[in-house]
């Protein structure tokens, strides 16, 4: 007992020293900045509808007047198939006609979880029957495969969103059905490649990364955690390159990109249900700024930003365009 007394100590000493020295390096400042980096949007019909929005329409000024040209963009699995084996493509027809139109480019997300809560959009004739839940999907992600496959507006598909994470309303995670998944979409469709995403902060991707063609992390800086309220996660840009460092050595990946950067408020409720004054304490013009500076000392090469709809929705419903003038500059740089 005298010798654990005095070891349990000790350890516990260097295990906070590591913690500490950790977190400075983490946050020792960086002067490299990428301004070269590309930047991109994610655009969900779906949110865009439950903010009581007309979809096309920001999708449409999403286009011209923000003049995004790289978007990322969800199928919706029980929208798209609310009767087993009867497809309505519609939607996801036009948004990539329009894309195209416009010489943009796309990232499909496809698969059972993607972005938007409840995350997982599973038919509700599949609630109640795993086994035949994994076939039908294996079949709807053919289905998806083949009709696009040689479109060239998309550029990657991306299998599922945060697989390893559990956040959302989804059924456990089977890693091995999570292969068969990309397995199949690898087979069908072998020009594009794949995307597999991760969380930034609490993840170490590896997972993701040795699955992917193209790893995709997501980058939130302000969140609120109940019994905590908001919390910024204290990290600097070195932390994300050190991750990469790490995938590089271990999962053999070195193509990564930003596939979310914050670009909305992290609250307790709803988003568009609070306050305005609740909603720009973690997201306004200035942290969007900072957020955006921020992904540039990352330095990954492409970076897509999270919250477009709730832009729009401040600009036309709340008289708040300063998110989105903010964001429009940012994607005429060079222009």
């Known amino acids: 007992m005298k010798i654990i007394k005095k070891i349990v100590p000790r350890i516990l000493l260097v295990f906070l020293i590591a913690i500490v020295a950790l977190l400075i390096f983490f946050n020792w400042p960086t002067k490299r900045e990428n301004e070269n980096v590309k930047f991109g949007i994610t655009f969900s019909a779906r949110y865009a509808n439950d903010i009581h929005l007309d979809w096309k329409k920001v999708y449409l000024v999403i286009l011209d007047d923000l003049g995004a040209k790289k978007i990322r963009l969800p199928i919706y699995w029980d929208l798209t198939e609310k009767t087993s084996g009867e497809y309505d493509f519609s939607d996801i027809d036009w948004q990539l006609d329009e894309a195209q139109k416009r010489n943009a480019e796309v990232i499909l997300v496809i698969g059972q979880k993607v972005p938007r809560w409840p995350e997982c ?81 609490l993840s170490l991707w590896v997972r993701a990364a040795k699955r992917a063609d193209v790893f995709g992390t997501t980058m939130y800086r302000t969140i609120w955690k109940k019994g905590l309220g908001y919390f910024d996660y204290p990290i600097g840009p070195r932390f994300f390159q050190f991750k990469y460092f790490l995938n590089k050595k271990i999962a053999k990946q070195d193509k990564i990109m930003v596939i979310e950067l914050q670009g909305e408020p992290w609250i307790s409720g709803y988003t568009t249900s609070e306050p305005l004054s609740e909603q720009f304490k973690s997201m306004n013009a200035e942290k969007l700024k900072d957020n955006v500076a921020f992904a540039r000392r990352v330095g990954f090469p492409e970076v897509y930003l999270w919250g477009v709809e709730w832009w729009y929705w401040l600009k036309m419903e709340q008289g708040h365009s300063e998110l989105w003038e903010e964001a429009k500059s940012l994607f005429n740089e060079g222009k």
């Open 121 to 201: 959009a599973i038919p509700l004739w599949l609630k109640d029957d795993d086994e035949k839940r994994k076939e039908s999907l294996l079949k709807f992600l053919g289905v998806i495969v083949e009709r696009y496959k040689d479109n060239e507006t998309i550029k990657y598909w991306q299998v599922e969103n945060e697989p390893f994470l559990p956040f959302g309303i989804c059924p456990d995670l089977d890693v091995d059905f999570l292969d068969k998944e990309i397995a199949k979409v690898r087979s069908i469709d072998q020009s594009k490649k794949i995307i597999i995403t991760d969380s930034g902060e």
